[in-house]
């Protein structure tokens, strides 16, 4: 641990003794003390428990699906893969990245049961690393996880305020779809997000159960409308027909290009991690979750975009419609009528928001847990957890004011909003890359694993391996652009962006980062 004394590190750790550390918990309130693995968890790796523990397996299952919300994004995002793949490349691509996130989440949901902390990948990265990179690949990876949900956070706002937008244009054909309004949205939505998340903090274990049941219904009353009301396709055209309508080469180029409409809806299973150190015997529960609300999310997404492929009728129309949103076309070409498509929209705009909801939420828990570690400016401040409010308040406000600075961007452009937003899936490709990456090189080396309660065994290193050939594809797939030749508004911008938050953080490393950040791993305690 030499490196940690030449550090000027102020995180806050538990007292050296391991027995007087458990004491310490047995005096927290009963809301936060977990089981006696949680507090064994929080001793090892040096942490002080100050967030409630008020999440169980049912209510994180409801926050993950809620997160992901991948039925209801997959619809939001649907135009992507029609242009790109058409009905047949969208499904396909669907069920493949379904099963390739499988792989990735069960790989992380090993990590989170061995060091189940907020901080997540680059605690993991911290922890897994060889020694002497542990460092620097750990701040790196924190910096993109930190930017990448505060992306995601300002990018799901913004897509619920433009549905409310399509609807809109939908019924009022007048309507002009200004960008400033999106922008006026926005900030509801993320306000929206902010009560929820502390006045109603001690409320939203409950809530998130209550909006699953809502998000598990609302696939019912969706899909029974598109059955009974749409027209039907053709089966064979349905699964086999591949279009491109962006002018690439081939279909098989374009489907390809397209598989970023099938990420999107099923990214973010890492979000229960940030939420670990709120939850109840995280060790077991937190792999349970991530699993099963992969499993359960990929199915009602891959049954919905299903149904709506079979019920699409004019698929020119649909991609060209002046809502924005295909879905919204396609609800009203199937019930003909307005009040139907509104509240069949409405429930999906209802969904988009709690998603939101959910999302600011995590990225709190993340730039909260790396400022505890000293990885960002204003540290002290940002991982503050307010007495009797035992939630990091600063965090989350800050997470709504990055919210409403971006979503000022798009009254000047849209495109340029949505670059910086595309940082996100790039961002947390990398660090699921960098984490598994970690623990297969520990595989390899046959270094002792740490102790969990969910375990891969034998079948760990084949599925490291698959998770990351997977997200090498997935990372490289996220920069291209949406079809040959691009102009400038066609560009996928994210590598710039991608890049300068690189260089931008290397910066900071070196004239601050690295004199303040030691990383998770300096914190560690070997064992009792």
């Given at each position: 641990m030499e490196?940690?004394?030449?550090?000027?590190?102020d995180?806050?750790?538990a007292?050296?003794s391991?027995d007087?550390?458990l004491?310490?918990?047995d005096?927290?309130?009963?809301e936060?003390?977990?089981?006696?693995?949680?507090q064994?968890?929080?001793?090892?790796?040096?942490?002080?428990q100050?967030?409630?523990?008020?999440?169980?397996?049912?209510t994180?299952?409801?926050?993950s699906?809620?997160?992901m919300?991948t039925?209801e994004?997959?619809?939001g995002?649907?135009t992507?893969?029609?242009?790109?793949?058409?009905?047949a490349?969208?499904?396909?691509?669907?069920f493949?990245?379904?099963m390739?996130?499988?792989?990735?989440?069960?790989?992380?949901?090993?990590?989170?049961?061995?060091?189940?902390?907020?901080?997540?990948?680059?605690?993991?990265?911290?922890e897994?690393?060889p020694r002497e990179?542990?460092q620097?690949?750990?701040?790196v990876?924190?910096?993109l996880?930190?930017?990448?949900?505060q992306?995601?956070?300002a990018?799901?706002?913004?897509?619920?305020?433009?549905m409310?937008?399509?609807l809109?244009?939908?019924?009022y054909p007048?309507?002009v779809?200004?960008?400033?309004h999106?922008?006026?949205?926005v900030?509801?939505?993320?306000?929206f997000?902010?009560v929820?998340?502390t006045?109603?903090?001690?409320k939203?274990?409950?809530?998130?159960?209550?909006?699953?049941v809502?998000?598990?219904?609302?696939?019912?009353?969706?899909?029974?409308?598109?059955?009974?009301?749409?027209?039907?396709g053709?089966?064979r055209?349905?699964?086999?027909?591949?279009?491109?309508?962006?002018?690439?080469?081939?279909a098989?180029?374009?489907?390809?290009?397209?598989?970023?409409?099938?990420i999107?809806p099923?990214?973010g299973?890492?979000?229960p991690?940030?939420l670990?150190?709120?939850?109840?015997d995280?060790a077991?529960?937190?792999?349970?979750?991530?699993?099963f609300?992969?499993?359960?999310?990929?199915?009602?997404?891959?049954?919905?975009?299903?149904s709506f492929c079979?019920?699409?009728?004019?698929?020119t129309?649909?991609?060209?419609?002046?809502?924005?949103?295909?879905?919204?076309?396609?609800?009203?070409n199937a019930t003909g009528?307005?009040a139907?498509?509104?509240?069949?929209?409405?429930?999906?705009?209802?969904?988009?928001?709690?998603?939101?909801?959910?999302i600011?939420?995590?990225?709190?828990?993340?730039?909260?847990?790396?400022a505890?570690?000293?990885?960002v400016?204003?540290?002290?401040?940002?991982a503050?957890?307010?007495p009797?409010w035992?939630?990091?308040?600063?965090?989350?406000l800050?997470?709504?004011?990055?919210?409403?600075?971006?979503?000022l961007?798009?009254?000047?452009?849209t495109?340029?909003?949505?670059?910086?937003?595309s940082?996100?899936?790039?961002a947390?490709?990398?660090s699921?890359?960098v984490?598994?990456?970690?623990i297969?090189?520990?595989?390899?080396?046959?270094?002792?694993?740490?102790?969990?309660k969910?375990v891969?065994?034998?079948?760990g290193?084949?599925?490291n391996?698959?998770?990351m050939?997977?997200?090498?594809?997935?990372?490289?797939?996220?920069?291209?652009?949406?079809?040959?030749?691009?102009n400038?508004?066609?560009?996928?911008?994210?590598?710039?962006?991608y890049?300068v938050i690189?260089?931008?953080?290397?910066?900071?490393?070196?004239?601050r980062g690295r004199h303040v950040?030691?990383?998770?791993?300096e914190?560690?305690r070997?064992?009792?």
């Open positions: 490196q940690s004394k030449e550090l000027d590190v995180v806050r750790r007292p050296s391991h007087a550390e004491a310490d918990y005096a927290l309130p009963q936060k003390k977990g089981t006696k693995d949680d064994q968890n929080m001793w090892r790796m040096g942490k002080v100050e967030l409630r523990r008020n999440f169980r397996f049912i994180m299952f409801g926050f699906m809620i997160l919300a039925w994004v997959a619809l995002v649907s992507i893969g029609l242009l790109n793949g058409g009905t490349g969208l499904i396909w691509m669907f493949i990245t379904w390739g996130f499988l792989a990735v989440n069960t790989s992380m949901a090993e990590m989170g049961s061995m060091a189940p902390t907020s901080g997540g990948q680059y605690h993991w990265v911290s897994f690393a990179h542990q620097f690949l750990s701040y990876i924190g910096w996880c930190v930017l990448a949900w992306a995601s956070a990018a799901t706002s913004f897509m619920a305020g433009t409310i937008q399509g809109l244009v939908l019924n007048g309507y779809f200004e960008r400033w999106g922008t006026l949205l900030f509801a939505v993320a306000g997000a902010v929820f998340n006045v109603l903090a001690k939203l274990p409950l809530i998130e159960g209550v909006v699953l809502i998000h598990i219904f609302g696939f019912f009353a969706i899909l029974v409308p598109l059955w009974v009301l749409g027209p039907r053709d089966a055209t349905v699964f086999t027909e591949f279009s491109n309508f962006t002018g690439w080469n081939s098989g180029t374009a489907t390809i290009v397209g598989v970023l409409g099938a999107l099923l990214l299973g890492d979000a991690v940030h670990s150190e709120e939850l109840r995280a077991a529960t937190l792999p349970r979750t991530m699993i609300s992969t499993l359960a999310n990929g199915l009602l997404g891959w049954i919905m975009i299903i079979f019920c699409l009728g004019d698929l129309a649909a991609i060209s419609t002046p809502t924005g949103y295909a879905f919204i076309e396609v609800f009203y009528s307005y139907g498509t509104n509240a069949m929209c409405a429930l999906v705009i209802f969904m988009s928001i709690f998603c939101n909801l959910s600011v939420a995590t990225a709190s828990r993340q730039l909260f847990s790396f505890r570690d000293q990885g400016p204003f540290s002290k401040w940002l503050y957890v307010p009797r035992d939630v990091p308040l600063p965090a989350i800050f997470s709504f004011v990055v919210s409403c600075l971006l979503s961007i798009n009254i000047g452009s495109i340029a909003f949505n670059i910086i937003n940082i996100s899936v790039a947390l490709l990398s699921y890359m984490s598994i990456g970690c297969i090189a520990k595989r390899l080396r046959n270094e002792p694993m740490l102790p969990s969910f891969l065994g034998k079948w290193l084949p599925l391996i698959i998770s050939l997977f997200l090498a594809f997935l990372f490289v797939m996220s920069f291209w652009p949406t079809g040959p030749r691009p400038a508004a066609g560009m996928n911008w994210s590598i710039l962006v890049g690189i260089v931008v953080s290397l910066i900071y490393f070196h004239f950040y030691a990383g998770p791993v914190y560690v070997k064992s009792a």
